[in-house]
């Protein structure tokens, strides 16, 4: 699927990623299947977006038209691609030669809409030894539990995603009031609500998680601290409520529950058996994912009880097409 144009998209917003920016856009310019435009959108920072127009001519540097936020700036970039295929990578990772390659190849059937790969941290220090990999989504990394082979699956992880660029005209863009902005609250859930809707308005649409593409996202010091993971656990739980109070709770909630259910005890049991043999982190890792699931709880049903619905009333396709919330 060679002929297929891969657009890349990549949202900043500060100067103090200054590196990690210009090591991301270096690892898809290192890519074994090119891309064919790369995006880089600048959220409301005029200074940022001088910088980098200066520093990159070979890049599309845009300033985002849209809502602050990493859904307002994806937004601005899906406006400007005009590759087939559009795909996200965080400012703060890098992707091996081959992800486009991985990416690509998994359209070859056409009912595939989306394609996501591997996200792996990146520790700027050592990983702590209570944090269970079970909740590797708190900083932005694929998690145990995630299929370890290509399957299909309900969302993909924006850091590390990719859609047919005619999905955009079917589901609208990603809603501005669900995950990260200027709110104090790591909050998330905006691509998760995106792979939802487009899958209640095109339920033919497969989503395809391909751990062979394969990025690096950087974890820095200050999110392995214990206090980042329980508020991003509460976070996260705030943000479902977000998105099930836009696309209802049985599809909003439906991998949660395996992850519940099934991926969790079984972290809290290998936790305990590998302190039972001497390894003491495995008690703190066990004590880790009871304490992120009753955090991630707290944020549901605090987001439940004061009604957290996102703060823009409607979305908007790329065409301009205007798109009411919920299933079509």
């Not at 909050?187 to 308005?201: A, P, S, W």
């Not at 305990?272 to 049903?301: C, E, H, Q």
Request: aromatic share 8%.
């Amino acid at each position: 699927m060679s002929e297929l144009r891969v657009s890349v998209v990549i949202c900043a917003y500060t100067e103090n990623r200054w590196a990690e920016i210009d090591a991301a856009v270096k690892s898809v310019r290192r890519q074994t299947v090119p891309a064919h435009q790369v995006i880089l959108v600048v959220d409301h920072n005029a200074e940022l977006f001088r910088r980098l127009t200066a520093a990159m001519p070979d890049v599309t540097v845009l300033e985002n038209t849209s809502d602050r936020g990493l859904s307002g700036g994806r937004n601005t970039g899906i406006a400007k691609a005009s590759g087939e295929v559009i795909a996200f990578l965080d400012d703060d990772a890098t992707a091996d030669p081959d992800w486009l390659k991985y990416l690509v190849a998994g359209y070859s059937d056409p009912v595939i809409a989306g394609v996501g790969g591997l996200t792996l941290p990146n520790w700027q220090t050592q990983r702590p030894r209570w944090f269970p990999t079970e909740f590797d989504w708190t900083v932005g990394c694929t998690y145990l539990g995630m299929p370890t082979h290509p399957a299909p699956v309900r969302n993909l992880m924006g850091g590390n995603a990719s859609f047919r660029r005619e999905v955009f005209d079917v589901a609208g863009g990603f809603d501005t009031g669900i995950g990260r902005s200027n709110a104090k609250r790591p909050l998330g859930g905006e691509e998760t609500e995106f792979c939802i809707r487009l899958r209640q308005r095109r339920p033919e649409a497969i989503l395809l998680f391909d751990n062979r593409a394969t990025i690096h996202h950087l974890v820095p010091a200050a999110r392995c601290r214990f206090s980042y993971f329980r508020s991003r656990c509460f976070a996260e739980g705030f943000s479902k409520a977000q998105v099930t109070a836009t696309v209802g709770i049985a599809d909003g909630l439906s991998s949660e529950r395996r992850y519940t259910y099934r991926t969790l005890p079984k972290g809290v049991a290998r936790g305990l058996f590998d302190a039972s043999r001497g390894d003491l982190g495995g008690l703190a890792r066990a004590g880790a994912i009871v304490t992120g699931l009753l955090a991630a709880a707290m944020g549901y049903l605090f987001g439940a009880a004061t009604k957290a619905r996102p703060a823009k009333g409607r979305l908007r396709s790329q065409t301009g097409v205007a798109s009411d919330r919920g299933t079509a």
